[in-house]
């Protein structure tokens, strides 16, 4: 099967995304063992198979708006299941990255809005602030009251305490070097070196 026209900047997008995946994608059998037992594969969702597909086609902006990678939820039922073992999150992974260097707005912007706000709460408390998290989620979507009962109904039961809302703290020393490196390693990238 002849997968690439032959066209330079659909063989640069391929070898990219092996390179920085470390997924050797031209192994791909087609078969779709990966989407079939894709917990997120739906109509809306095509699953592993399609995005691989993409890929190899050299259809990169279809790739890099693929709404797959962005529903990924790294369960790894994709890789055992996969004839050649090709680890789906890794590949998901490269495109999240190579998608935000190219400036490609999200396909799923709630996902990438509820993924920065965690991450923020890590690098400033040391962990997901849950009710922080989802409140902020909820006002920045414009829905502020969306889970006021099931946020009443785990405070009655003592799941979430309102006072974490009001706790302030930091985190410690180790999380902020995590970050920290992360920050580097990106502005390295960013720069080229």
């Known amino acids: 099967m002849n997968r690439l026209t032959g066209a330079a900047v659909e063989k640069d997008f391929l070898s990219r995304v092996i390179e920085e995946s470390g997924q050797n994608l ?3 059998l087609q078969c779709g063992k990966c989407s079939g037992g894709c917990p997120i594969s739906s109509d809306e969702v095509a699953g592993p198979r ?21 529903y990924c939820v790294a369960c790894g039922t994709c890789m055992t299941r996969c004839p050649v073992e090709i680890n789906m999150y890794r590949v998901a992974t490269a495109l999240a990255e190579m998608a935000e260097e190219e400036k490609v707005p999200p396909s799923e912007p709630d996902i990438h809005l509820f993924e920065e706000l965690f991450l923020k709460s890590v690098e400033k408390y040391g962990r ?9 989620f909820n006002l920045r979507t414009h829905h502020p009251f ?7 109904t785990l405070m009655r039961k003592g799941a979430i305490n309102p006072g974490e809302f ?3 703290g930091r985190a410690g020393e180790r999380v902020a070097r995590i970050f920290s490196r992360i920050s580097s390693k990106a502005q390295r990238k960013g720069t080229g070196e």
């Open 26 to 28: 031209l192994a791909c």
């Open 50 to 70: 399609r995005l691989i597909a993409e890929i190899l086609y050299g259809n990169k902006r279809q790739a890099l708006e693929d709404p797959t990678w962005w």
């Open 128 to 136: 997901a602030n849950e009710l922080k998290v989802v409140m902020n």
């Open 146 to 152: 969306k889970d006021m009962g099931v946020g009443m």
């Open 166 to 168: 009001l706790k302030g």
